[in-house]
């Protein structure tokens, strides 16, 4: 990896691991639709990575994932099933060593705000864009 220069002296390289968050509230895959529901309204979260025992991302499960399946479980007075059902099983994440400025790059094509951080396929955190604003100001600023 090159080293960027600034005034002529090398500036050290940023990565994710450096700005992201470590203490991410995650599911289980089994865990029910209306569980999920809970954690993401009691912590004001828009969504949850979905981990298997040993701590692998499988998932994600979003607002916009809950209120189709659970809303049109109660219209019809079944229960809400399982995240696995519901889940997007497809994510986009990035990993913990990856450059802030990639995912800034990639905060900017993707309209998500913000990425599940793995170290490999294992979940270690998430970085928003928030956390490069800061990253910016810490370094920059």
């Known amino acids: ?3 960027a220069r600034r005034g002529g002296f090398p500036v050290k390289p940023v990565n994710v691991k450096d700005y992201m968050s470590r203490n991410v509230v995650t599911i ?4 029910d639709l209306l569980e999920a529901v809970r954690i993401l309204v009691l912590h004001g979260l828009s969504a949850l990575p979905v981990v298997d025992r040993a701590g692998s991302l499988v998932g994600i499960i979003s607002e916009r994932d809950c209120l189709r399946d659970a809303f049109q479980a109660s ?3 079944e229960g809400g099933g399982k995240v696995r059902d519901c889940m997007t099983s497809q994510v986009e994440s990035v990993f913990a060593e ?8 990639k905060f ?34």
Do not use: T
């Open 28 to 31: 289980a895959p089994d865990a």
């Open 98 to 105: 990856d450059s802030i400025f990639d995912v800034a790059k």
């Open 75 to 77: 219209y019809f007075a």
């Open 1 to 3: 990896m090159r080293r």
């Open 108 to 141: 900017q094509e993707r309209p998500f705000k913000r990425f599940p951080v793995l170290q490999g396929n294992h979940l270690v955190g998430i970085i928003s864009r928030r956390d490069l604003l800061r990253a910016l100001l810490g370094h920059w600023g």
